[in-house]
């Protein structure tokens, strides 16, 4: 967890943000202060996506958005990759078998990776996307788990085992 400002030093408005936060590399959190479940938060500039509704929001200003009691915003940031695991009830799984790499707004002619690490903080694997037009490359090293790597947003999805995969938009 870290304050806004330190991933984000060029944006005035990062600098006065004390309830939201970054959560990993990617994750934007913004918890519910409200009784009414109203969670306001601000966006830097860019396509923010919603891991938990799935919608996507503008970036370079502030929303408001009601939430549930067990909700709350929780936003990939441009050109990211969130990786979701196979979790069952237990914390300590095979974190790569069965996982989903979510590859969120990814703007043509940029990339995007994701690492996943087992319960000893061991590399397993390491994923990136670059996307060209409407096409993106996906890429890893080889494995023996299987994975798939969908397009946040869409309903584009491969299965892979590591090397190198494309999705059409």
Request: with cysteine.
């Amino acid at each position: 967890m870290r304050p806004m400002v330190m991933d984000y030093t060029d944006d005035i408005a990062c600098r006065y943000l004390d309830q939201q936060y970054m959560l990993g590399d990617n994750l934007l959190c913004a918890p519910v202060f409200r009784e009414d479940g109203v969670a306001n938060f601000y966006l830097p500039e860019g396509k923010w996506y919603d891991i938990i509704t799935g919608k996507t929001y503008e970036g370079g200003k502030y929303h408001a958005v009601t939430c549930t009691f067990l909700e709350m915003p929780v936003l990939a940031k441009p050109n990211s990759i969130v990786a979701f695991g196979a979790f069952e009830n237990q914390f300590e799984y095979d974190y790569l078998s069965g996982a989903d790499f979510c590859i969120c707004n990814l703007e043509d002619g940029k990339s995007a990776s994701a690492s996943v690490y087992d319960t000893k903080a061991n590399l397993v694997l390491t994923l990136t996307a670059t996307r060209k037009g409407n096409t993106i490359t996906i890429e890893s090293g080889e494995t023996d788990k299987t994975f798939t790597v969908s397009v946040a947003g869409t309903d584009r999805k491969i299965t892979m085992q590591g090397g190198r995969g494309e999705i059409t938009l």
